[in-house]
C-alpha cells in the first residue's frame, strides 16, 4: 500500500492561451476549484493581446492567485518558425512545464475545464500504482451552450471525412465511444497487437520527472501533418515508445466544449 499523503500534493497547470480571455475565465476558475490539491497554474500567451494588456493582467492576477502569466512572443518562442499549430503548441507546453514545480504536471486547454474533484483522482489514481508515470481520465463532451454532445455515427476527431465513419465503428468496438453517450472513455493501451493512443491533453496528469525526460515533440514530418498529427497524439505515441506505464482513473472529470482546433471542422 502507497503512504498516506499528510499534505496536499502540488500540482501545476499548463494552459496554452490565444485570444479567449471569457473562456480562460472559466478554465481559471475550473482550476481553482480543485479539490485536495495545492495548485499552480502557469498560463502561456501564445502572442497574446489580453495578456499584453497591463489592466487585464492586473484583473486577471487578482481574481486567480494561484495563476502566474507568461505571454510569449514569436520571436520568443524556442526553436525555428512553424506554421503548424500543433508544433507551436508543443513548444508552449513545454515552456510551461519547465516553469512547473511539484510533483505533478497537468494540462487545460483554454476552452476546456475541470471538474473540481480531477486533480486529486488523478494523483490519488497514481498513488495506487507507484509504477505509473502517467495518469489520464475520460471526459465529458459539450456543446458551447453547455448542452451534451453525443457523437453519432463519426469520430469528430478524424481529420478525413471519409473515413469518420469507419473510425467511430472500430472505437466504439473499442469501447472509446458507447453509442447514445456524451462520455468519451479515451485510453492508451496495446489492443489485439493495435496501439491505442488515444488520450486528450486536458486528462493528462504526468509526473514531472517523466515530463522532464520526455517532452511534447516539436517536429512532427511531413506524414504526421499530412495525417494532422495534434501534439497530444504524438506525446501519447511517445510515452508508448518510452515504455511508460499509464493508468487511467475511469471517471469523466473533464468537461471537452467542441468547436476547438482538432474538431471544428465536423460542426460546420
Excluded at 76 to 94: F, M
Excluded at 95 to 102: F, N, V
Excluded at 127 to 154: K, T
Aim: proline content about 8%; overall charge neutral; glycine content about 6%.
Amino acid at each position: 500500500m502507497p503512504a498516506r499523503r499528510t499534505t496536499p500534493p502540488t500540482v501545476t497547470v499548463v494552459t496554452p492561451t490565444k485570444g479567449r480571455p471569457q473562456l480562460l475565465t472559466r478554465a481559471l476558475a475550473s482550476v481553482a476549484r480543485q479539490e485536495g490539491v495545492s495548485v499552480h497554474h502557469v498560463v502561456i500567451g501564445d502572442d497574446c493581446p489580453h495578456l499584453a494588456d497591463p489592466g487585464t493582467l492586473r484583473t486577471l492576477r487578482t481574481h486567480f492567485p494561484h495563476a502566474e502569466f507568461v505571454n510569449v512572443t514569436p520571436a520568443d518562442l524556442p526553436g525555428p518558425p512553424t506554421d503548424y499549430l500543433p508544433a507551436r503548441l508543443s513548444r508552449l507546453r513545454n515552456l510551461g512545464i519547465a516553469r512547473a514545480h511539484g510533483e505533478f504536471v497537468a494540462h487545460l486547454d483554454d476552452d476546456n475545464a475541470y471538474r473540481p474533484a480531477h486533480l486529486r483522482t488523478l494523483v490519488d489514481t497514481l498513488d495506487a500504482h507507484p509504477e505509473a508515470e502517467v495518469a489520464y481520465s475520460w471526459r465529458h463532451l459539450h456543446q458551447a451552450d453547455g448542452s451534451d454532445f453525443i457523437p453519432s455515427g463519426e469520430d469528430p476527431w478524424h481529420p478525413v471525412p471519409g473515413r469518420r465513419a469507419a473510425s467511430y465503428d472500430a472505437l466504439v468496438k473499442q469501447g472509446v465511444f458507447v453509442p447514445g453517450s456524451a462520455v468519451v472513455r479515451d485510453a492508451m493501451r496495446v489492443m489485439d497487437g493495435k496501439s491505442l493512443s488515444r488520450v486528450d491533453t486536458n486528462e493528462l496528469l504526468v509526473r514531472r520527472g517523466t515530463h522532464r525526460r520526455i517532452p511534447f515533440p516539436t517536429e512532427f514530418s511531413v506524414w504526421q501533418r499530412l495525417l494532422e498529427t495534434t501534439e497530444d497524439m504524438a506525446f501519447c505515441q511517445s510515452l508508448q515508445r518510452h515504455g511508460t506505464v499509464s493508468v487511467c482513473s475511469k471517471r469523466a472529470t473533464v468537461d471537452y466544449y467542441m468547436g476547438g482546433y482538432s474538431n471544428a471542422a465536423t460542426l460546420t
